[in-house]
């Protein structure tokens, strides 16, 4: 995980804060099921394992929050509501 320097203090970022900046874009992207953040992990889960959606949802994450946080992915199929 890539540290932030903050007035000489190096800070790693809120993963919370980049769940929320993620979330909307990323489950709007066909194949992806969730997001989440268990074990202190940026994780998108996949409705099933695809090159093709990891890379669209790296690029994304890339392009909305930079390099701050790797991906963590986990092929947990569709969820539905209960």
Avoid: C, W
């Avoid at 874009?25 to 997001?35: F, I």
């Amino acid at each position: 995980m890539v540290s932030l320097l903050i007035n000489g203090m190096s800070q790693q970022p809120d993963l919370r804060q980049i769940k929320r900046q993620v979330s909307d874009r990323l489950l709007h992207e066909p194949g992806v099921a969730g997001v989440g953040t268990p074990g202190g992990k940026l994780t998108v889960y996949l409705e099933e394992d695809s090159q093709a959606v990891r890379g669209r949802v790296e690029q994304i994450v890339k392009d909305l929050i930079g390099d701050q946080s790797p991906v963590a992915f986990l092929v947990a199929g569709v969820f539905n509501a209960q």
